[in-house]
């Protein structure tokens, strides 16, 4: 599997429930990034958490980091249809001058009214 | 303090022509960082630059595309004859300093060869 691999690649839920989107990866990382992209649109930054953190909260968002496993999930509260997007986390290797992030194939939510 | 800005938003290029991109990165940020994303899939990473020098640039073909951020001005992602494969959006992100802080993304430019 790819470094930053989301699951599930689509989640579908009605307004007000919540959605869990996970992401795995495979090496070390600084940090762990979670961003939003509207269709066809740029990205839109939505959360940091450093890989000595294990839980960051912004709104309704709420993202876990688990080192041991290499994994973190994003979990939106109290979903609205304006939330339906694609959902990327990315990784900031540890070590290195390496400027990039790693991105998965993303998850692509959609909140039905 | 406006966000990255990207220009053009479009781009339509016939194969053989070149490419040229844009990025104004926000205010106060010296690092910058160019992805491409392909259609359903994620980005990415090409390049990654500081004003006049060129940090790490192993996400680049090696060969017609190319990345400058000047003193002064925006930084530029040259594509010297395209070809059709090269169609995609094309991201670029800034960040103040270290590379491991939040990046900013620009809208992208779509890119279209015919």
């Known amino acids: 599997s790819q470094q930053g691999e989301e699951d599930p690649q689509a989640l579908s839920i009605q307004e007000g429930e919540n959605a869990t989107m996970n992401c795995s990866y495979k090496?070390?990382?600084?940090?762990l990034q979670w961003y939003r992209q509207n269709s066809g649109r740029g990205l839109v930054h939505l959360i940091l958490?450093?890989?000595?953190?294990r839980e960051k909260h912004s709104g309704r968002l709420r993202v876990t980091l688990d080192t041991s496993k290499k994994s973190s999930s994003l979990l939106i509260t109290a979903s609205r249809a304006a939330d339906t997007a694609s959902y990327f986390c990315a990784t900031a290797l540890s070590g290195g001058s390496q400027g990039n992030l790693i991105f998965g194939k993303g998850t692509k939510l959609s909140v039905k009214p | 303090n406006a966000g990255v800005m990207q220009n053009p938003r479009h781009l339509v290029r016939r194969r053989g022509q070149e490419a040229r991109l844009r990025c104004s990165p926000m205010?106060?940020?010296?690092?910058v960082y160019w992805y491409r994303q392909l259609p359903e899939e994620g980005l990415k990473f090409m390049v990654y630059l500081q004003k006049e020098n060129i940090i790490d640039e192993s996400g680049m073909p090696k060969e017609r595309f190319s990345a400058e951020f000047p003193k002064e001005g925006p930084s530029i992602l040259r594509i010297q004859q395209v070809v059709r494969g090269d169609s995609a959006a094309y991201f670029c992100?800034?960040?103040?300093?270290?590379?491991?802080?939040?990046?900013?993304f620009g809208p992208g430019t779509r890119l279209t060869v015919l």
């Open positions: 958490i450093r890989s000595n953190e």
């Open positions: 090496t070390s990382i600084n940090n």
């Open positions: 992100a800034s960040s103040p300093g270290s590379h491991t802080d939040t990046q900013y």
């Open positions: 205010k106060g940020h010296s690092h």
